[in-house]
């Protein structure tokens, strides 16, 4: 399955690394365009190209990972979503205050979900920092855990199996608001925490 990534911030570029560490094919994308990221994916080698946020929008796993006041204008005039799987690993917060915004009782996966009519929304990579995401899963001699939830069976199966191939050990929190109460940031008693599966 083609992957795609909109947002080359510190999420962003931490999934890229931990998809180039198993050489696994991806198009990274921002709001400044391809020539902007030319660095980024020197660094990261050839598993991973820059491409246009549109181009990164028509894979079929997408993850999106932009700033809270950002994402309506990152996602504006994208293709349709057509069922495909969006990775959703933001949290309505905004550096550097990390603030909560006022969802006004929403859960911030349904407000993303408004953003990507049509997608099956995954809920994943909101739970913990950047550094750990990027760094190897298996360095403390387990595997880094990655909570994810999501109402689509399905599209949880594909993320879980995608995680897993990148060396992390993926655990099914349930549907999509019970996921977010555990792992939401901020919050969920989940959130920042290094758990590492054994065994």
């Avoid at 962003?12 to 696994?24: E, I, N, T």
């Avoid at 913990?128 to 949880?156: I, Q, T, W």
């Amino acid at each position: 399955m083609s992957i795609g990534i909109i947002g080359s911030g510190l999420i962003g570029s931490a999934f890229a690394r931990a998809l180039a560490r198993k050489g696994v094919e991806a198009t990274i994308s921002n709001s400044r365009g391809p020539d902007s990221l030319k660095e980024l994916v020197a660094e990261l080698g050839p598993s991973i190209k820059a491409g246009t946020v549109q181009q990164a929008a028509n894979a079929d796993i997408v993850l999106i990972a932009v700033n809270w006041t950002k994402l309506p204008q990152a996602l504006a005039g994208l293709p349709t979503w057509n069922g495909r799987i969006v990775i959703d690993a933001n949290n309505a917060i905004e550096a550097p205050e990390f603030k909560p915004f006022d969802l006004k009782g929403r859960l911030s996966g349904e407000v993303v979900g408004d953003l990507v009519p049509g997608a099956k929304l995954v809920k994943a990579l909101n739970h913990l920092p950047a550094a750990l995401l990027a760094g190897d899963p298996e360095a403390e001699g387990g595997h880094r855990v990655l909570f994810y939830s999501g109402d689509d069976a399905d599209a949880k199966v594909k993320v879980g199996a995608l995680f897993e191939k990148l060396g992390f050990f993926a655990l099914d929190l349930g549907n999509l608001a019970a996921g977010q109460k555990m792992a939401g940031f901020p919050g969920g008693p989940l959130v920042i925490h290094n758990f590492v599966k054994f065994g």
